[in-house]
C-alpha cells in the first residue's frame, strides 16, 4: 500500500484480555516503529526493528507488552493480560534510516481502550 | 534519552510568530519536526541534519545547533492552520532509533 496501514483501528476489549495489535509498513522500509500515545500525550516509544538487528525492546512498559515483526514487513504488537492502564492510541512509523532521508511516516493507531 | 521541548504550550493569535525549542542531552546526528493535528497521525515537516543548517517549509523554518545540541522551530505569521501539536524528534547516530519529546500544544485563535 501506498502508506502505514495499520488494524483494527478502534479496539474495545475487557479487562484481563490479550490483544493483538496489526501494522504493515511502507514496502522497503526496512525500519518499523511502535509508540504510544495516552490521551493528551506524547509519544512514548516503545519499541525499535531496524533491518535484521536485534529490536530495541528499551521502551517496553512491562512484560505484558511484546512484539515481532515477520520477514521483515508486517509487524504484531502484543499486550496480555490487559489492563486500564493501557487505554491509549498505538502508533506505528516506518523509515528507511539512511543518511540522506529518515522521515518517517505513521499509520492513523489503533485506539485501545481497555474496559 | 528524550528530547525536551519547551514551551509546553502556547497561545497566538492568527499572524503571530512563535518559537518552539528541542533540546536533548546526547549528541545529535539530526533533528525532525512533526505536526499532529487533534485525532490524527503525526505528519513530518521537516528533518535538519548536523551542520547547522536551517530549513523552511512555508512560513515554518527551523535551526539546528549541534554543538548546544538544540533545535528551534520558527513559525511566522501564523495561521489558523498552523494549530496543533509539534513534536521534535532525534534520531540516535548508530542505530537510527527515532525518539520524540514530549509535545509543544499550539493554539491559534482568529
Known amino acids: 500500500g501506498a502508506g502505514v496501514s495499520q488494524s483494527p483501528s478502534n479496539k474495545v476489549t475487557e479487562k484481563g484480555k490479550d490483544v493483538e495489535l496489526r501494522c504493515d509498513p511502507i514496502?522497503?522500509?526496512?525500519?518499523l516503529y511502535w509508540y504510544r500515545q495516552s490521551l493528551g500525550q506524547g509519544l512514548e516509544f516503545l519499541i525499535y526493528?531496524?533491518?535484521?538487528?536485534?529490536?530495541?525492546k528499551s521502551g517496553l512498559p512491562s512484560d505484558r507488552f511484546s512484539a515481532e515483526r515477520t520477514g521483515g514487513s508486517v509487524s504484531t504488537l502484543t499486550i496480555q493480560r490487559t489492563q486500564q492502564e493501557d487505554s491509549a492510541v498505538y502508533l506505528c512509523?516506518?523509515?528507511?534510516?539512511?543518511?540522506?532521508?529518515?522521515?518517517?511516516?505513521f499509520g492513523q493507531g489503533t485506539r485501545l481502550t481497555v474496559v | 534519552q528524550q528530547p525536551v521541548q519547551s514551551p509546553q504550550a502556547v497561545i497566538l493569535r492568527e499572524g503571530e510568530d512563535a518559537v518552539i525549542n528541542c533540546s536533548s542531552s546526547?549528541?545529535?546526528?539530526?533533528v525532525h519536526w512533526y505536526r499532529q493535528k487533534h485525532g490524527e497521525a503525526p505528519v513530518f515537516l521537516m528533518i535538519?541534519?548536523?551542520?547547522?543548517e536551517q530549513k523552511g517549509h512555508d512560513k515554518i523554518s527551523a535551526s539546528f545547533n549541534e554543538k548546544k545540541q538544540q533545535s528551534s522551530l520558527y513559525l511566522t505569521a501564523s495561521q489558523l492552520s498552523y494549530s496543533g501539536t509539534y513534536f521534535c524528534?532525534?534520531?540516535?547516530?548508530?542505530?537510527?532509533?527515532?525518539?520524540f519529546g514530549q509535545g509543544t500544544t499550539l493554539q491559534v485563535k482568529p
Open positions: 512509523a516506518s523509515n528507511k534510516p539512511e543518511r540522506s532521508n529518515t522521515e518517517a511516516f
Open positions: 514496502s522497503g522500509h526496512t525500519a
Open positions: 526493528f531496524q533491518g535484521n538487528s536485534a529490536p530495541d
Open positions: 546526547k549528541a545529535l546526528y539530526s
Open positions: 535538519l541534519l548536523k551542520g547547522g
Open positions: 524528534g532525534t534520531e540516535d547516530d548508530n542505530t537510527g532509533k527515532l525518539i
